[in-house]
Nanobody, 127 residues
Framework: QVQLVESGGGLVQAGGSLRLSCAAS????????MGWFRQAPGKEREFVAV????????YYADSVKGRFTISRDNTNYTLYLQMNSLKPEDTAVYYC????????????????????WGQGTQVTVSS
């Protein structure tokens, strides 16, 4: 079965950096657009970034543009999120997700469009 496993979360001071990873298995990774979402306590899950299937085009939420970078390694079935200049408001559980429906990558900003989800990794940014 399909599995997405996030790692790399933790506690970091404001202004610091973290790199999240999402290891995928049970699917043909290069055929899926991949996204990162996050959910803070008491808030809805929100879009962070998405990357297209094979040509690595990217699209970001305005709140993270210029600070976060999404990338993928189709050989090793891994998705990444490099997070720099972290702010306390970035504190959330971060989830990776996979979409195999062929939608144009920049439309994949809504959680319901994705087929598979990881279990999440906690990111806490202290002020």
């Amino acid at each position: 079965q399909v599995q997405l496993v996030e790692s790399g979360g933790g506690l970091v001071q404001a202004g610091g950096s973290l790199r999240l990873s999402c290891a995928a298995s049970g699917l043909t990774f290069s055929r899926y657009a991949m996204g990162w979402f996050r959910q803070a306590p008491g808030k809805e899950r929100e879009f962070v970034a998405v990357i297209s299937r094979s040509d690595a085009r990217t699209y970001y939420a305005d709140s993270v543009k210029g600070r976060f970078t999404i990338s993928r390694d189709n050989t090793n079935y891994t998705l990444y999120l490099q997070m720099n200049s972290l702010k306390p408001e970035d504190t959330a559980v971060y989830y990776c997700a996979a979409d195999g429906g062929g939608s144009f990558y920049s439309t994949l900003t809504e959680a319901w469009r994705y087929d598979y989800w990881g279990q999440g990794t906690q990111v806490t940014v202290s002020s």
